[in-house]
């Protein structure tokens, strides 16, 4: 099965925590702090593989985690990183936040590319020491890897498009032209997926072609397969418009020219202004030579070169080729998209935006500041306890629960930490 779009989300690992911790040695007195700090969490990194053709691996896995850092230890002892873990994706794979849809990175010829970063480790209390406090109790949390919710869509890299309704010998051209072995067979719909072949011009010289399937009138609203696999047509440089020209399925070949080029420019309008070579294919087979002529009238009166070739006996096929060659040197290279996407900046909370709420006599107090600050906090330790009631008094907090109401005796409540509110 062809996947081309894919919803993940990933998460980078967790910093370490800093370590609290004292040197402790024969015959040396009163060592020190020696915690150590935490190790940075894993980042996620995406990588490019060429063997890689579509983005099925993620139809069945869609949540990717990294390795959080260790904590730190004693003796200074730095804790491990954690691991990075690398995704890798089919070359030409766009990236979108996906509440946004802004383009975060195009992984076109890029090797690898980091999504998320993970978090810093947490200093040790190593940190921390001065000369009026010489046996601090307390270190430094890690820090939270980053986390993303991303859309990946795949763009194929190609510098021709083949496109044309169902059935006009875009996937027998491609055979013929290239190594590629597209499913053939005298039906509508045969190709399900989108082909690639590397057409060989001459020593040095060649070019990415795309069979693009599916598409009909309605393609660019859903109908067949052409709302799914349009896409692919959006880094080609040059459009081959094949057509077929014999009359066995008593088709108008202008009208299904018209129609064509009409979904293009619904899908997107950059699309139909595209350079664009008409090949009337199935010409060994034409049943009304005057019907031919009218076509080959109107689609030179568009100001379009057209070549009357035949896929399925290698007739004019050879010219067809080397005049896309020739107008692949004018045009500049295949698209690569450019990032969009402008990180938000993590919310870093104040006191003013603490939520407190009363129940009876207990006050709760919730918030991003208070929860880092209960983070990095030690309350098995005497000093550090100090710390924490000097930083509530200092930001306010405890003159917002008074200008509220709050009793002396009543319960306050922050987090996993209950105390009775004095004066």
């Not at 051209?173 to 989108?194: C, R």
């Not at 399925?249 to 420019?265: H, S, Y």
């Not at 689609?299 to 070739?309: A, K, P, T």
Request: with cysteine; proline share 4%.
């Amino acid at each position: 099965m062809f996947v081309d779009k894919a919803s993940i989300t990933v998460k980078a690992g967790k910093g370490g925590n800093g370590a609290v911790a004292f040197h402790r040695e024969k015959y040396v007195a009163a060592g020190g702090p020696s915690g150590g700090d935490g190790g940075r969490g894993g980042n996620i990194v995406l990588k490019t593989d060429t063997n890689m053709s579509t983005l099925m691996d993620f139809r069945y896995k869609r949540k990717y985690i990294a390795e959080n850092g260790a904590d730190g230890a004693a003796k200074t002892r730095t804790g491990k990183d954690g691991q990075d873990l690398v995704i890798k994706v089919p070359n030409g794979t766009i990236v979108r936040e996906k509440e946004s849809g802004a383009i975060i990175i195009d992984m076109s010829g890029l090797e690898s590319f980091t999504l998320a970063k993970g978090g810093s480790g947490g200093r040790g209390n190593k940190h921390f020491a001065t000369p009026t406090r010489q046996a601090p109790r307390f270190a430094k949390a890690g820090l939270a890897g980053q986390n993303l919710e991303v859309v990946l869509e795949l763009k194929l890299l190609a510098d021709v498009g083949l496109v044309g309704f169902p059935n006009v010998g875009k996937s027998t051209l491609l055979s013929v032209v290239s190594k590629a072995h597209p499913k053939i067979a005298d039906y509508h719909f045969t190709t399900l997926y989108p082909n690639l072949g590397v057409v060989y011009v001459d020593e040095g010289a060649s070019f990415v072609m795309a069979d693009i399937p599916g598409i009909i009138e309605g393609a660019s609203d859903g109908a067949g397969l052409g709302h799914d696999f349009l896409r692919h047509i959006d880094r080609c440089r040059l459009i081959v418009h094949v057509v077929d020209i014999s009359g066995i399925e008593g088709r108008d070949p202008v009208a299904d020219f018209e129609t064509i080029n009409d979904e293009l420019q619904k899908f997107n309008p950059e699309l139909a202004s595209r350079p664009q070579i008409v090949a009337a294919n199935k010409c060994d087979i034409v049943t009304d030579d005057a019907e031919a002529e009218r076509f080959r009238e109107y689609v030179e009166s568009q100001g379009y070169r057209l070549f009357m070739i035949s896929a399925a006996a290698n007739t004019g096929v050879k010219e067809l080729i080397n005049a896309v060659a020739a107008e692949l040197v004018k045009l500049p290279p295949v698209t690569v998209f450019e990032p969009e996407y402008v990180p938000k900046e993590k919310p870093t909370g104040t006191p003013e935006d603490l939520v407190i709420q009363v129940y009876d006599d207990i006050w709760t107090i919730e918030g991003e500041w208070l929860e880092r600050l209960v983070q990095n906090v030690n309350f098995s330790d005497h000093e550090s306890m100090m710390f924490f009631d000097r930083t509530l008094r200092n930001s306010g907090v405890y003159q917002r629960l008074e200008d509220m109401g709050i009793n002396e005796g009543d319960t306050v409540s922050i987090y996993n930490l209950d105390f009775e509110y004095t004066r």
